[in-house]
C-alpha cells in the first residue's frame, strides 16, 4: 500500500532563500507523484507531477522536484522564495494498479518573511 | 473558464439535520472525488466516481452518501449531521486515474 510522508508541517525561510519542502512515499510498483499548492480559502492547485519521463521535474512559479527512487523521495524546491510562495503544500502519490486511490501528505505550510 | 464548482461555500448545521453538497464540473472529467480536509491530516477521500451512474467508497465513508446521475455533477449528502463531520470539503475531477485533479474551492462545514 502506498503512502505519503511530508517532513514538517511548518518551514519558514527568508525572502530570496532557498525553498525545500520534503516528501518520502511509499509504493509497492511504480508511483505517480504530485506536489499540490493550496491557498487560503482556495482548493489545491497542480505544481508540477512526475510519471516516469524524467526524474528531475520542473513545475509552475518557478518550483521543480527530483524523483530519487532509491531513497523513495521527491522533494520540492525553488531557489529563490517569494512572498507570494506562502502557502500550503501537499505531496500525493497514486498508484496505476488497476483501482484507484490518491494517497495525500499532511501538508507543509511555507512561511516567507520579508 | 469555471472549472469545478461547489456549492454552498459555508453552511452551519445543526446535529442531526440534513444537506446536500453540490459539485458541478465543465471539463468533461470522468472522474469525481469528494475530500474531507482537516487539520494536520491532508485530505482523505470519502467516496468516489469513475463516470456517470456509479459511486464508491473512499477511505472515510461513513455518514456520508453521493450520487452521480449527471457526468458533470456529484452530489455529497449528509443524512443525520454530526460536529465529527464538522470539516472542509473539497470537490475534485479528473480524466484518468492517475491524471492531476482539478479542485473546486472547498465547502466549510460546521456542525453544532
Known amino acids: 500500500a502506498q503512502s505519503v510522508t511530508q517532513l514538517g508541517s511548518h518551514v519558514s525561510v527568508s525572502e530570496g532563500a532557498l525553498v525545500l519542502l520534503r516528501c518520502n512515499y511509499s509504493?509497492?510498483?511504480?508511483?505517480?507523484l504530485f506536489w499540490y499548492v493550496q491557498y487560503p480559502n482556495q482548493g489545491l492547485q497542480l505544481l508540477l507531477k512526475?510519471?516516469?519521463?524524467?526524474?528531475l521535474v520542473k513545475g509552475i512559479n518557478g518550483f521543480e522536484a527530483e524523483f530519487k527512487k532509491s531513497e523513495t523521495s521527491f522533494h520540492l524546491t525553488k531557489p529563490s522564495a517569494h512572498m507570494s510562495d506562502a502557502a500550503e503544500y501537499f505531496c500525493?502519490?497514486?498508484?496505476?494498479?488497476?483501482?484507484?486511490?490518491?494517497?495525500f501528505g499532511a501538508g507543509t505550510r511555507l512561511f516567507v518573511k520579508a | 473558464n469555471a472549472g469545478v464548482t461547489q456549492t454552498p461555500k459555508f453552511r452551519v448545521l445543526k446535529t442531526g439535520q440534513s444537506m446536500t453538497l453540490l459539485c458541478a464540473q465543465d471539463?468533461?472529467?470522468?472522474?469525481m472525488y469528494w475530500y474531507r480536509q482537516d487539520p494536520g491530516m491532508g485530505l482523505r477521500l470519502i467516496h468516489y466516481?469513475?463516470?456517470?451512474?456509479?459511486?464508491a467508497k473512499g477511505e472515510v465513508p461513513d455518514g456520508y452518501n453521493v450520487s452521480r446521475l449527471k457526468k458533470q455533477n456529484f452530489l455529497l449528502g449528509l443524512e443525520s449531521a454530526a460536529p465529527s463531520q464538522t470539516s472542509v470539503y473539497f470537490c475534485?475531477?479528473?480524466?484518468?486515474?492517475?491524471?492531476?485533479?482539478?479542485f473546486g474551492d472547498g465547502t466549510r462545514l460546521s456542525i453544532l
Open positions: 509504493s509497492s510498483v511504480p508511483p505517480y
Open positions: 500525493a502519490v497514486t498508484e496505476d494498479t488497476g483501482g484507484f486511490k490518491t494517497i
Open positions: 466516481s469513475v463516470g456517470e451512474g456509479t459511486t
Open positions: 471539463m468533461n472529467h470522468e472522474y
Open positions: 475534485a475531477s479528473s480524466t484518468g486515474t492517475v491524471q492531476p485533479q482539478h
Open positions: 512526475y510519471t516516469s519521463a524524467a526524474t
